[in-house]
């Protein structure tokens, strides 16, 4: 499709700067009191707020802190007092019932920018976001970079200090050429040793049937699938008017120039019956979609999806 290709007529802003971009404060503060849960039965212990397939829980030993009044004596450890002849109690981390993944695509296409930032920084954005989410949920998160030669993958971890190994993939991404997101996809999918929930950030500008393939297999070994369709405005509106260059943001050195307004009721039409058909695909599989353009405000959109999806029992 024609939202690969770059219009050379349009000078793109500087590249966000990396980590200490990533987590807005503003964004977390409208979405921090919201929660992402699973809607479907996921595999885990009955510690937190998701419908589990076991029953019964334990804990894993996280650290120790100083006894303050109203800690129960039971959690006093009697060693470390033995030895130090202070109080300490022991903190334990409770093992979730949800395990999610975030795959970020990062083929080509998404390092499209044109008034706003790219989509790629957008969904490293958007990951940021939800990761620090779940985990402050005591959720376990992992993260699936899609790109050639092979994927990165973060196995989910539940602890806070996770949340450090995830931003450090995040800052570090780039978008590179080509590559199939459904075939990236289905070689994570393995990697994933319980039930829970997979988030697909995608500009979906890709073969759906392949991609559809992948996320039918996603579905099949149980798990909740959203996905988060990210968009550059200029590609719904294509507001192009004269005589441009686009350059393929999917293969190095393939170059057109058109005039836009020549084909601009056609790319349209095109476009609107792939996102009609991404839809249907996603919500025929169970899933939740939603679509997000890069010009949107990262705090309010993603707040919206989140009611959303809790109005309706996610």
């Keep these: 499709m024609l939202s690969f290709w770059r219009n050379r007529s349009t000078t793109p802003p500087p590249a966000s700067k990396a980590t200490g971009e990533l987590l807005d404060p503003r964004v977390m503060q409208e979405i921090g009191q919201l929660e992402l849960l699973s809607r479907t039965v996921v595999d885990g212990l009955l510690a937190g707020k998701h419908r589990s397939t076991t029953k019964g829980g334990c804990c894993v030993f996280a650290q120790h802190r100083q006894y303050s009044a109203g800690d129960e004596i039971r959690q006093i450890d009697w060693q470390v007092y033995a030895r130090t002849d ?6 334990f981390e409770e093992e979730t019932n949800l395990q999610t993944l975030i795959a ?3 083929t080509g296409s998404m390092n499209y920018r044109g008034a706003t930032i790219s989509k790629l920084d ?3 954005r958007t990951a940021a976001c ?3 989410l779940l985990l402050h949920q005591r959720d376990a998160v992992g993260l699936a970079v899609l790109q050639e030669p092979r994927a990165v993958f973060v196995p989910p971890r539940q602890h806070a200090a996770h ?3 995830v931003l450090s993939v995040l800052e570090t991404t780039q978008a590179k050429d080509g590559g199939a997101v459904g075939a990236q996809i289905r070689t994570c999918i393995p990697r994933l040793r319980r039930r829970g929930l997979f988030i697909l950030l995608t500009d979906g500008l890709s073969d759906l049937a392949d991609l559809g393939a992948a996320l039918r297999i996603v579905r099949a070994r149980g798990h909740d699938v959203i996905l988060l369709q990210i968009l550059a405005p200029e590609e719904l509106d294509f507001p192009f008017r004269h005589w441009s260059a686009f350059q393929s943001l999917e293969v190095q050195g393939e170059r057109l120039r058109i005039d836009p307004a020549s084909i ?12 009609d058909q991404l839809v249907e695909l996603t919500v025929g599989l169970g899933g939740d979609y939603a679509r997000m353009t890069t010009d949107q405000d990262l705090g309010e959109v993603l707040g919206w999806f989140l009611r959303q999806r809790l109005a309706r029992g996610g």
């Design 122 to 124: 957008y969904a490293r």
């Design 104 to 106: 970020v695509d990062a």
């Design 264 to 275: 601009r009721a056609e790319y349209l039409d095109r476009l609107a019956e792939h996102l």
């Design 130 to 132: 939800l990761a620090r």
């Design 86 to 91: 202070r109080y300490f109690v022991r903190q």
């Design 163 to 165: 949340l450090r190994a």
